[in-house]
């Protein structure tokens, strides 16, 4: 069986985009870690994911404004 210990994962950055990691373990209900080969025939969920993926205020970015006729 395969578990995810999600503890409190804090973002790298608190804007602009940054990252999150959390513990992924093979092992038990019980408790018992087992070497990862045991739960290989399982989709390992990722160990690690993006976050605060919005703009920083006050950065710079590209504006558009509606096209003209020329």
């Known amino acids: 069986m395969?578990?995810?210990r999600q503890c409190p994962a804090?973002?790298?950055?608190?804007c602009g985009g940054g990252r999150r990691t959390r513990q992924?373990?093979?092992q038990r209900p019980n408790g018992q870690r087992l070497n990862n080969y045991n739960c290989d025939i399982l989709?390992?969920?990722t160990d690690m994911e993006q976050c605060n993926l919005q703009p920083?205020?006050?950065s710079a970015s590209w504006h558009r404004r509606p096209w003209k006729p020329v």
């Not at 804090?10 to 608190?14: K, L, Y």
């Open 2 to 4: 395969l578990i995810v």
């Open 10 to 14: 804090t973002c790298t950055q608190t």
């Open 24 to 26: 992924v373990l093979c």
């Open 43 to 45: 989709d390992k969920p």
């Open 56 to 58: 920083c205020p006050g």
